[in-house]
């Protein structure tokens, strides 16, 4: 089992949307969960990032993490054009000296106008 | 303006012929870190390096060398390069305590 699961896609919806994306993880160490947007010929940029379990919003962006179900998601409303871009999951322990990212594959996202 | 650079941005080389990719950031990161991203393996960690002259690998070092002599710099090198190197790079970088990781515009190598 890969330690982080992110289907992906790839997912197409018409602007304004909701959209919702996940990624499941079977490593229980995990603390820090991520996500991070990335557009075509760019380095990924963080988006949002929560500590352990809860939900953290941010305009039209909503994180979730459920740590019982180890298993997040990523919610973003009224959907842009501007969205269409690769999300990917990412996270990491609490502990140890490198900050090393465990990411997801990433989902492809296009909003049609 | 904060940013992590790499360079160059596209390389095409062959089979064994030694490269070296420059990542450079003006933010004094202490940590800085190489990543590939490949076609359904995701972004994977090549090497990492907490502080100058402080360097360690990560999950897929093989084939790769760094070095961080420098705070601001931290060269990813392949000593000789084979097709299964063509990829992706990413350079990063964060600062101690801080969460986000910078990440470069990355380098695409096809090595044929």
């Known amino acids: 089992q890969k330690e982080v699961e992110q289907d992906p896609g790839p997912l197409s919806v018409p602007e304004g949307a909701i959209v919702s994306l996940n990624c499941t993880y079977s490593?229980?160490?995990?603390?820090?969960f991520m996500w991070y947007r990335q557009y075509s010929r760019k380095g990924p940029e963080l988006l949002m990032y929560?500590?352990?379990?809860g939900n953290k919003e941010d305009g039209r962006f909503t994180a979730q993490v459920d740590k019982s179900s180890k298993y997040i998601s990523l919610f973003i409303r009224d959907s842009q054009p501007s969205d269409s871009a690769t999300y990917l999951c990412?996270?990491?322990?609490?502990?140890?000296?490198?900050?090393?990212?465990?990411f997801g594959k990433g989902t492809l996202l296009t909003v049609n106008p | 303006e904060a940013q992590v650079t790499q360079n160059p941005r596209y390389l095409i080389t062959v089979t064994g012929k030694k490269l070296t990719v420059t990542c450079s950031q003006n933010?004094?990161?202490?940590?800085m870190s190489w990543y590939r991203q490949d076609p359904g393996l995701g972004l994977r960690q090549i090497y990492y390096?907490?502080?100058?002259?402080?360097?360690d690998k990560g999950d897929v070092p093989e084939g790769y060398k760094v070095s961080r002599k420098e705070k601001r710099n931290f060269p990813l090198i392949l000593e000789s390069p084979s097709p299964n190197q063509t990829s992706l790079y990413f350079c990063?970088?964060?600062?101690?305590?801080?969460?986000?990781?910078?990440f470069g515009n990355g380098t695409r190598l096809t090595v044929t």
């Open positions: 990063a970088s964060r600062n101690t305590g801080d969460l986000p990781l910078h």
């Open positions: 490593n229980s160490a995990f603390q820090y």
């Open positions: 390096s907490m502080n100058v002259e402080v360097t």
């Open positions: 990412a996270m990491r322990n609490s502990g140890g000296s490198n900050y090393k990212l465990t």
């Open positions: 929560t500590y352990s379990s």
């Open positions: 933010m004094n990161h202490e940590y």
